[in-house]
């Protein structure tokens, strides 16, 4: 049979032998391009028309975005393949001829897009705006045709995208068998791959979001984006960087018990021989002493016995490295942070009396003698100083340096008599009347 002869289109099914046929007309000096478009093309055009080959399977895309090279094959199947409504194509001058065949070989109307072959930032920018006009639709994004700086904008704009649009994909018209004879890939083994983000199946750059958030003391973001890392690379050591990030956010949100559940938790795993070696553990020393503050801090909250030095000198040390912090961005915070650190260790003072604040149980005696201390501070007559069931802030300073508190009776009276009104005039603080957190529902 002569393989020039015109024949009809072949079923689907018989692209192996077609393809045989086709290169051997070839050999027998045919033009490869136009024996492919006659010969080859119609049958595989028809094959994808009925069920494209999709990997790893196909997606309901609603919008798809190609761009056009001069090889329009491919393109055409990466249309057939998304299967998405609302098709745009990014052409440049000289490709522009293809669209007509593009709508002839798909039953698609794209919407044409003139960028230049070169121009990466028109790209992005028509990307983000298509992203933008379609944002919660599945979109796929086709890099298989053009030149390869089109291809390599619309990689990078794709992949960069995903992090803001989500349902994004990056697409690829991929083939399992290249011809090396007729410089083609084997007719029937083309596919439409959606690739992997490489930013996320790496998790590079949730790694730089993560230490930034870190650095900066955003425990609890950061912990987010190390849990997001083992589920995207399924390495396990960033668990452990995620527990140590929920053990600091606990802390800082004055949680002391969630804080020794991870503290506690890291330390367990850092003991397995699998994460011996983890870069953790040279930092052992640090985790073992945070831990051990933070379970001090959690029982002298727990039982508010005062006789726990460790932990009330570790709560307050909390809330001055708080306040600090806080700064002069938040100054209301910073202030109630540091007045709860200053009363806390007022307490334990108090407590050396064998002294509560919330029962301190006066004479007489004593409450008047309070009395005329309080009112040396306040410069007050001792008629107008008032004296509470529990001592405030004011009458544990007085009632110290009534009973010579060395610590207390350090600080000259002035000074005293400078704070006096930044304290009497304070707003209810955080943990002012109790040991305990505020905590929302979970």
Known sequence: ??????????????????????????????????LYQEMVWPALLRRWREEPSVYPSRQPFAVSIHTLGTSPEATALAILGAGAERVYVLHTAESARFLPRLREDTGKDPYPIEIGKSDVAAIYREVKRLLEKHPDAPVALDLTSGTKAMSAGLAAAGFFFQRFFPRVRVVYVDNEDYDPELRRPRAGTERLVILP?????????????????????EFGKAAQYFGGMVGKTGDQRYT?????????????????????????????RLSENAWLGHPLNRERRTLEAQVALLEAVQRFLESQDFGEKGGVYGLAQTLLRLSQEAGEAHPVLAALYAYRALELLLQERLALLGRRAEAPELSPEEEGALREELARILRLSPEEARIGAKLGLLDLLAFLR????????????????????????RNEALLIHGFRVPRGSR
């Open 240 to 268: 452990l960087y995620r527990m140590l990030a929920e053990m600091y956010h606990a802390w800082r949100t004055l949680d002391p018990q969630e804080a020794v559940r991870q503290g506690k938790g890291l330390l367990g």
């Open 402 to 425: 009534l009973k010579g508190d060395p610590v207390v009776g350090a600080v000259p009276l002035s000074e005293l008599q400078g704070l006096a009104g930044v304290l009497k005039a």
């Open 197 to 217: 983000n490489p930013h996320e199946a790496l998790a590079e750059v949730d790694a730089l979001f993560a230490k930034e958030l870190y650095g900066r003391g």
């Open 1 to 34: 049979m002569d393989p020039m002869e015109p024949r009809g289109e072949p079923l689907p099914e018989d692209l192996a032998l077609l393809w045989q046929r086709y290169k051997e007309a070839v050999k027998a000096g045919g033009n490869p391009q136009a």
